[in-house]
């Protein structure tokens, strides 16, 4: 096993996303009855989060690879915020 930190977040919303996405992940096993990591990862995928403005991971990838992406959301995907500043623009 590798070491683990812990340290306090600068976005709380975040923070909201992964304990929506364990909420989520949990029902969605019990539902599609599968423990397949790869299946429920792409289920989550298809979730939308307030982070990057209530897209979905597999909806902004898309916009991304098309090229589609605004400036804001191209430096938010791509962890280029300002500094000083919260993602939320």
Not at 1 to 11: D, G, H, I
Not at 28 to 38: K, P, W
Not at 51 to 77: H, V, W
Request: hydrophobic residues 35%; contains cysteine; negative net charge.
């Amino acid at each position: 096993m590798s070491e683990v930190s812990v340290a306090k977040t600068a976005n709380r919303s975040v923070v909201g996303t992964m304990n929506e996405f364990a909420l989520l992940a949990e029902g969605y096993r019990e539902h599609m009855e599968t423990s397949d990591l790869v299946v429920l990862s792409m289920r989550l995928a298809e979730t939308p989060c307030s982070a990057i403005k209530y897209n979905s991971p597999t909806q902004l990838l898309k916009e991304c690879l098309a090229g589609r992406l605004d400036d804001s959301m191209s430096r938010l995907f791509l962890g280029q915020h300002s500094p000083g500043r919260g993602l939320h623009q």
